[in-house]
């Protein structure tokens, strides 16, 4: 039996064209030129991103006094927010003493709010109800104060502020998260704190002794007026 090889017809009709690179950059317009002209302006950009015009941290300036970029603040600048003109206000001070009064009247809505940032920044170690027993010291922590001892009850209230702006012991400073007016509010809820520790009925006023009594629910608080600190504000 003969074997037979079957082969696929070829398909029919002109084969396409093909279009050497020199005639397809012809066509297209791009000679020699136009390609260096490309890398030229990539390099041109590329160089611009590596050069910014400004100073690196240090930098020698060929220019700037004593040959340096970083140069000294102007006599008398002060940064804006920065004025800090009210002792009291913004170092819990009067002369070198611990202030003994705040620089504001301390309303029912700085309280509130007062608690609010109390409950934020320091009941994670002081505890909600001040006795220095956080959840953070629950956590193996260094023992926080408890503000319900003699020495802290005696405490004026700029001694609290200053602590809060400054840091104490293992207590880190709080000034950067925590604006003045703010501060202060704090100093005034741990007041409130002390004085509910050991207050009895007699100390609350009658028609708020009567709402407790009643199982009211308390108002809902109203947001604290800024009082012209640096980074001061009551909305945050």
Not at 24 to 31: A, D, E, F, I
Not at 60 to 68: I, R, Y
């Amino acid at each position: 039996m003969n074997s037979h090889v079957l082969v696929r017809p070829q398909a029919q009709g002109p084969r396409p064209k093909t279009i050497s690179q020199p005639a397809l950059r012809t066509r297209l317009g791009l000679g020699p030129w136009a390609l260096g002209l490309a890398v030229l302006f990539t390099a041109g950009c590329r160089q611009d991103m590596h050069d910014a015009p400004r100073y690196d941290p240090l930098e020698a300036s060929p220019v700037l006094m004593k040959g340096a970029s970083a140069q000294p603040l102007v006599e008398g600048t002060v940064a804006r927010g920065h004025l800090n003109e009210d002792e009291l206000l913004n170092t819990g001070k009067t002369g070198d003493q611990m202030a003994a009064v705040f620089p504001f009247a301390i309303t029912r809505a700085d309280l509130d709010r007062g608690q609010q940032r109390f409950n934020i920044y320091c009941s994670p170690c002081h505890g909600k109800t001040g006795e220095g027993n956080g959840m953070v010291v629950q956590r193996g922590y260094k023992q926080a104060a408890n503000y319900h001892i003699d020495r802290l009850r005696a405490m004026p209230v700029g001694y609290f502020f200053d602590v809060i702006s400054n840091g104490f012991g293992a207590m880190p400073d709080y000034r950067a998260q925590i604006p003045v007016d703010d501060r202060w509010r704090i100093v005034a809820y741990v007041r409130a704190l002390q004085l509910s520790h050991n207050g009895t009925t007699a100390d609350v006023p009658a028609a708020e002794l009567e709402r407790l009594k009643s199982g009211a629910p308390a108002p809902a608080p109203a947001p604290a007026a800024a009082h012209g600190g640096s980074g001061s504000g009551g909305s945050r």
